[in-house]
């Protein structure tokens, strides 16, 4: 991450993310998702000069999609998905690996197949979340009443090989302000940002499936943003 303007702040943060999903029927898929995540922060201007880092499981979410229409079948595939995130994070570390509130999720996904070897996803995802009633990481966090997100992705996907995917996603969230209890607008919120992500992805087998990504802003959500972020994935289906 980068250093905020004008300060000596930083923040730098990895998440080792896992997702778990059951296929009830060929249309309804449910799951969750159990983020790990270490966070390092250099506090200064706020309390000089002082550097923290905390690591553990961060808050979780259960996810459920259901396929309204197949792309294998009809060349254009349409999923509705919903999801509420858990405040399991440890609040009491410094910093947290939680944010202290719940979170809720409406999603739609559009597929199109245009041949063998390429296809497009549209993805449009809108976030609800609650007050924030206990965070007490600084005090200006305390009390939060942040605002909704409105996150969107375009994937172009490309059969390079049998065994070789080629990706590339633009990427975008919209978060208006978020308040603290005397109604004063926190920082680093009231932000939109825009990344390219460039990926590709390896078949070991029918089953197993290797990801790579980068994703590069092109539209910082402020100072405190990221200018490039590498990503990595295992699929796995049993």
Not at 168 to 174: L, Q, T
Not at 193 to 202: A, M, N, R
Request: hydrophobic residues 40%; contains cysteine; charged residues 20%.
């Amino acid at each position: 991450m980068e250093r905020m303007s004008l300060t000596n702040m930083k923040y730098i943060a990895q998440v080792y993310l896992s997702e778990l999903y059951y296929a009830v029927t060929d249309e309804l898929l449910v799951g969750g998702a159990f983020p790990y995540v270490d966070r390092y922060v250099r506090k200064q201007p706020f309390i000089s000069n002082e550097d923290v880092y905390s690591n553990g499981f961060g808050d979780c979410a259960a996810r459920a999609c259901l396929n309204l229409l197949d792309p294998a079948k009809n060349y254009f595939g349409a999923t509705i998905g919903v999801g509420v995130g858990f405040p399991l994070g440890n609040e009491d570390r410094d910093p947290p690996t939680g944010n202290g509130r719940y979170d809720f999720t409406g999603a739609l996904v559009f597929t199109k197949i245009f041949n063998g070897t390429f296809k497009t996803h549209v993805t449009l995802c809108y976030t609800i979340p609650t007050r924030n009633q206990g965070y007490r990481y600084w005090n200006m966090y305390s009390e939060v009443r942040p605002g909704n997100t409105f996150h969107y992705g375009v994937v172009a996907d490309y059969a390079l090989t049998k065994y070789v995917n080629l990706l590339f996603e633009v990427n975008g969230w919209m978060a208006p302000v978020s308040r603290n209890a005397n109604n004063d607008k926190i920082a680093y919120t009231n932000y939109s940002k825009v990344d390219l992500v460039p990926g590709i992805q390896f078949k070991i087998n029918n089953d197993i499936t290797l990801e790579a990504a980068l994703q590069v802003a092109v539209k910082k959500g402020g100072d405190f943003d990221y200018d490039v972020a590498p990503v990595f994935g295992v699929v796995a289906v049993f």
